[in-house]
């Protein structure tokens, strides 16, 4: 089939953690290679391991036990992994071109800032005359993001704890863990519903007058097959970035993974995912200079960080309280 290529503009964009965000993948198999070692098992094969990439914990020990057979029980085995992890997590260091990806998307929170601007001044909301005949021409739009990973709570604060800046951009109320209670037990990757909560609390917190932002004008960033097949049975726009392992495991069937249609995430339900070449689904070896036109994403320039309207906002998304003194703005 002929892939689309008539998108609307990405208005959100939801992101996976772990390989995707942070360099976690190796130390996971590290630590599981260790416990392993432990009692004269196998080093974890990537074959093995691409199964139990971006599911939750429950599902992806299930089979983590059944090819392992370990002489002990699961819950010794989680505590003896838990211990390590706890050793070797705090060094996590997010992924080649991450930090400048969070930072351009939040950046173009300076979009809705221009439009609030016109609107005050009582010009054309949303318009900006960049035309030589003098015609307007809509601004951009921002582009909100949402975290959506499986991790656990305490899994989560033990990657992430050092990394509190990089973090800040996800609000708290649009961070999707594996262990929210508003993802029923068995509903986590490749199902789609973690993708579709954290779209869910996107639109729930939008500004007042901006329309409900729709599946398709969703980026799904994933590195992991499950985690594909969730972004497409959820009727989103995904971005495939995996580990270099986990590429090599699915050479020649690359176009199988970005239509959610390996089948070796669960059983697929057809009609759900996609199709071969639909267009909807990307490979990138990397996100260092990830392509934001292909997308319809406009990132203003590092420098409208240093407009008073953007050091006002970030004061309060920091929770200072910002007062107006003899007409000019300063943080309380």
């Not at 199964?51 to 020990?61: D, E, I, M, S, T």
């Not at 991450?98 to 909301?125: C, F, H, M, P």
């Not at 909807?280 to 240093?306: C, H, M, N, Q, R």
């Amino acid at each position: 089939m002929a892939p689309k290529t008539d998108f609307p503009p990405i208005r959100a964009c939801l992101f996976d953690m772990d390989g995707l965000l942070l360099d976690t993948e190796d130390i996971y198999t590290l630590c599981v290679n260790l416990v392993l070692e432990k009692y004269q098992r196998p080093k974890l094969p990537w074959t093995i391991k691409a199964k139990l990439q971006g599911r939750p914990g429950p599902a992806a020990n299930a089979i983590f036990t059944e090819w392992a057979q370990l002489p002990i029980s699961l819950e010794e085995y989680a505590k003896e992994l838990y211990a390590l992890q706890g050793q070797h997590f705090p060094g996590t260091q997010p992924l080649p071109g991450i930090v400048k990806l969070l930072g351009d998307l939040g950046r173009t929170r300076y979009w809705d800032l221009k439009k609030k601007s016109a609107a005050t001044n009582g010009t054309s909301n949303g318009t900006s005359n960049g035309a030589s005949n003098g015609a307007s021409k809509p601004l951009p739009s921002r582009v909100h993001i949402a975290l959506a990973t499986s991790s656990h709570e305490s899994n989560f604060r033990l990657k992430t704890n050092h990394l509190t800046e990089l973090f800040s951009v996800f609000e708290g109320h649009r961070r999707v863990l594996g262990d929210d209670k508003r993802i029923a037990p068995g509903r986590g990757k490749p199902l789609p519903d973690i993708f579709l909560l954290a779209l869910r609390t996107i639109n729930e917190s939008l500004p007042a007058g901006e329309e409900p932002i729709k599946p398709e004008e969703c980026l799904v960033f994933e590195d992991s097959v499950p985690g594909v097949e969730a972004g497409r049975r959820a009727g989103m726009r995904v971005v495939w970035c995996p580990h270099p392992m986990l590429k090599k495991v699915y050479t020649g069937r690359e176009a199988e993974v970005l239509a959610g249609r390996t089948g070796e995430a669960g059983d697929v339900d057809l009609h759900q995912v996609g199709d071969i070449d639909d267009g909807w689904a990307d490979y990138y070896p990397t996100l260092v200079d990830f392509p934001y036109d292909k997308y319809g994403i406009s990132v203003p320039p590092v420098e409208v960080d240093d407009e008073l309207s953007m050091q006002e906002e970030a004061r309060i998304d920091n929770g200072e309280e910002i007062q107006v003194v003899e007409g000019a703005s300063a943080a309380a």
